[in-house]
């Protein structure tokens, strides 16, 4: 079991869908990431959050945004998403967004966009 | 520019035969290098972190090495349970002053019995 807690497991929407992917971690960690990846692809960066402010927008489109509301949560809220979107989504936690500590990895939404 | 090279791309072994997999990197200013293992459907479990060279890190058959161009993640007697893809990433600097993971491609480790 992993200690960043991701859900939906898995997500299956129309392009024309509003759906969140929630993720949450009670390590104390202040920094916390979104990661996007394709099949046989390493992880993407999306965003990063520092002390529940947006840091880093890793020039992720609009239908794809991400909130704070406190430490331990991090949400990333999904509109009109096209079907190339469709992968694995990562959340991902650290002690501080500039700190030379390893990131750990939830599980994942596996998105699915029809 | 920063990069994370990772080889070979795919691993087949027998049960029991031990190998390595080799993760070069160009960074400038190394502050750690970080070792991944990626079970199929599942986000990347932390194993190791390595900070200067010439250190070693041991978990179970597994033991990474560092230095100061790449690392290498040595398999002993490899079991089935072994099979996954095995990440490294580097944190790079970036104008923010937050360390940005790159990662390499990976290494799809299959252990057949």
């Known amino acids: 079991d992993t200690e960043v807690t991701q859900t939906p497991k898995h997500l299956v929407m129309g392009m024309t869908n509003k759906k969140s992917l929630k993720c949450e971690q009670h390590m104390g960690h202040r920094a916390m990431y979104w990661y996007k990846q394709k099949a046989k692809k390493p992880p993407e960066l999306m965003f990063v959050y520092s002390y529940e402010k947006l840091s880093i927008n890793e020039s992720v489109p609009s239908r794809f945004s991400p909130e704070c509301p406190n430490s331990s949560l991090l949400n990333l809220h999904l509109h009109a998403l096209q079907p190339e979107d469709s992968a694995l989504y990562l959340c991902?936690?650290?002690?501080?967004?500039?700190?030379?500590?390893?990131?750990?990895f939830g599980d994942g939404t596996r998105l699915s966009i029809l | 520019e920063d990069q994370v090279t990772q080889s070979p791309e795919a691993l087949r072994l027998q049960e029991g035969e031990s190998s390595s997999l080799n993760c070069s990197y160009t960074?400038?200013?190394?502050?750690?290098l970080f070792w991944y293992r990626q079970d199929p459907g599942k986000g990347p479990e932390f194993l190791f972190t390595?900070?200067?060279a010439g250190e070693e890190k041991e978990k179970e058959r597994l033991k990474a090495t560092l230095t100061k161009k790449e690392s290498f993640l040595h398999i002993t007697a490899p079991k089935p349970e072994d099979s996954a893809t095995y990440l490294c990433a580097v944190p790079s600097g970036f104008s923010g002053g937050y360390n940005k993971l790159i990662f390499g491609a990976g290494t799809r480790l299959a252990v057949h019995p």
């Open positions: 960074v400038s200013g190394l502050r750690g």
């Open positions: 390595l900070y200067s």
């Open positions: 991902a936690s650290s002690h501080m967004a500039n700190s030379n500590q390893p990131q750990h």
